[in-house]
Structure formats: C-alpha cells, structure tokens
C-alpha cells in the first residue's frame, strides 16, 4: 500500500524566470488588453487603475521587483531541496494546458496521462512579449524526456472510474510545433523545482480555463479525495509526493482572494475553498483549482500544512502581474 508522504504547491509564471528589469515586457501587453478580469467583471486597462486607485505604483519600481523575484526563487529553492529530501518513489502532478497539450478540436475536463515518458520542450511564441525570455524555466534548451509512471496512472484510472469519475486518458505528448510536449505548468515544476530529474510521474491535466466543462470547486475537492483513496490503495511504489502547479490571482492580483484561500489551506477549511465564487477563477487565478485535489488529498491524508513564501509580484500600477506562493505538507 502507498503512502503519500509529501504535497507540494507552487505557482508557475514569466515573472519567476524573468529578470525584474523585464518585467515591463509582460506589462506592455497588460496596457493593451481590454479585458482584464477582477472579481468577476472584466475592465480595460485605465477602467482598472481607475477601479484600484490610489494604484501600486510604489509596488513596481525595480527594487521592489528585484527583492520579490530574489524571495521567490528562494522558495522555489526550499520547495526543491524539501523534494529531494523526502525521495518519493512516484509523484503525481496536478496541473492546466493551455493549448499546448489539446486544441479546438478536443478539451476534455480532466485527463490521466499515462505515458511511460513524458517530454518537455520549450514553447516559443510569435509576438508574445515577455514570454519567449522566460522558456528557460520551464524546460532546458534541449528539452528533456522523463519517465512515466503508467502503472500508478491507470491504477488511478480504474479507481476513480469506480468512483464514477469520467476521465479521459493520453498515452503520448503532442508533436507538432509549436506545441509539443508536456504542458508549462508541468515542465516549470520538472525543470525548476525537481532540476529534471523527477521520479516516475503522473500529469494529471485540469480543464480550469476553456468553457464549458471546467470542473468546479466542489468537483475538484472531491477528485482530491477519490485521488487519495487510489494512492493509498496502490501496491506498486512505496511512497507517493503529490504537486501542483499554478495560481494564485493573476493577471490582476488580489491579495484579499489569495489570504481567503492560503487561510483555507492551513485551516483544511474545503467548505471556505468550495465557497469561493467560481466567477472571480478566471484567466490564470483559474489555475488556483489545479491546488484544490491536492489540498483534500493532504487533508485526508493528514499532513501538516507549511507556507514557505506567498510573493505578490506586481508589474503594472493597476495591479497587474502574479501573486506566487510556494507551499509544502509534509
């Protein structure tokens, strides 16, 4: 029987592999979109800054920035030696695509993958500034090919089909460019948190951004539980870490949204986290839900919660930018 003997959370983003100086990069695009969501309605950029006066301009300069960019890489520092330490035998990732694993054509809810190698590659952009210069921290130049965990996958499989969790299944990273390999939110967790080196694994893809089948809170806590349960009873590996990657608010960061739910998280509070509107889990404080299976499964599995780091990285006056948090149970 496995035991789960480490739960990991980490936020993913361009600011996190961005030098400060940079960080305008991601602002310029912020400035031209006109549809920024903010507890559940949409503003253009000025309507923003107008919503948020007196504005964070003194959360923006580059000293600001350089001392958050230096707490957030030491945290992601604590999370990767807390994971070598441990030296799980298997570990399950919960994350998002966006449209680098599926297209149009196919957006399933949730997805098991269950290849036995899962590959990373950069994912380069046409006219997408400040993303291109961040590819580094999700996957090395080369790309990179890890193991797969496929036994622990389809175990997974079968026992939330019992369940009655319909999920689908992936037996292979896409090819063609330029998408290709494994999602972002996986490839920064393999790269920047593990240094490419991960035991066997397994993606597990949430649908949190593309209407209409995003699954909702109280959906993702109990796939948490029912994902707990296949663990526990699986007699292949001994000892099992669990991660998930993304959130917390973004692109506009609300830092009253993300105390409500690191409160919840050290609490074990899920009817706080089901509570939450699922109106304001828009654009990337959608990938806030890729945390909730892994929350209920700590919960039931009883481990201590720790905060290393909650960082809200601003790069715009209106407030834009990314709140990072990096937490571990053990």
């Given at each position: 029987m496995a035991e789960i003997v480490l739960g990991i959370g980490s936020s993913h983003g361009p600011l996190l592999s961005t030098p400060p100086e940079q960080w305008d990069l991601r602002a310029?695009?912020?400035?031209?979109?006109?549809?920024?969501?903010?507890?559940?309605?949409?503003?253009?950029?000025?309507?923003?800054?107008?919503?948020?006066?007196?504005?964070?301009?003194?959360?923006?300069?580059?000293?600001?920035?350089?001392?958050?960019?230096q707490q957030c890489r030491r945290a992601m520092e604590v999370l990767g030696k807390k994971f070598k330490e441990t030296a799980p035998d298997a570990v399950v990732i919960l994350g998002n695509d966006q449209r680098e694993f599926f297209d149009e054509g196919l957006t399933p809810s949730i997805t098991v993958y269950r290849g036995a190698q899962i590959k990373n590659v950069q994912h380069l952009h046409e006219d997408a500034p400040g993303l291109n210069i961040a590819e580094p921290g999700n996957s090395p130049e080369e790309g990179a090919t890890y193991p797969g965990a496929s036994e622990l996958a389809d175990h997974i499989l079968d026992s939330l089909a019992a369940e009655n969790f319909d999920l689908a299944q992936s037996d292979i990273t896409p090819k063609a460019a330029p998408r290709g390999g494994i999602p972002h939110a996986y490839g920064f967790l393999y790269h920047s948190i593990l240094g490419d080196t991960p035991p066997p694994s397994v993606p597990i893809i949430l649908n949190v951004h593309f209407p209409h089948n995003v699954p909702k809170n109280a959906r993702c806590l109990q796939f948490g539980h029912a994902l707990y349960r296949a663990i526990k009873n699986f007699k292949g590996y001994g000892r099992v870490a669990l991660m998930a990657s993304g959130g917390l608010t973004h692109f506009v960061i609300d830092e009253e949204l993300d105390k409500t739910i690191l409160d919840a998280m050290e609490k074990g509070d899920e009817a706080a986290l089901e509570r939450i509107p699922e109106n304001v889990f828009k654009v990337g404080t959608a990938e806030t839900k890729n945390w909730y299976p892994v929350i209920a499964a700590m919960n039931a599995a009883g481990r201590k919660y720790h905060k290393v780091d909650y960082v809200p990285c601003y790069r715009s006056e209106a407030g834009t930018g990314n709140a990072m948090a990096f937490v571990y149970w053990d």
């Open positions: 310029k695009a912020d400035r031209e979109n006109k549809k920024h969501w903010f507890r559940g309605k949409t503003y253009d950029f000025e309507t923003l800054l107008k919503e948020r006066a007196p504005g964070f301009a003194d959360q923006v300069t580059v000293e600001v920035r350089r001392e958050r960019f």
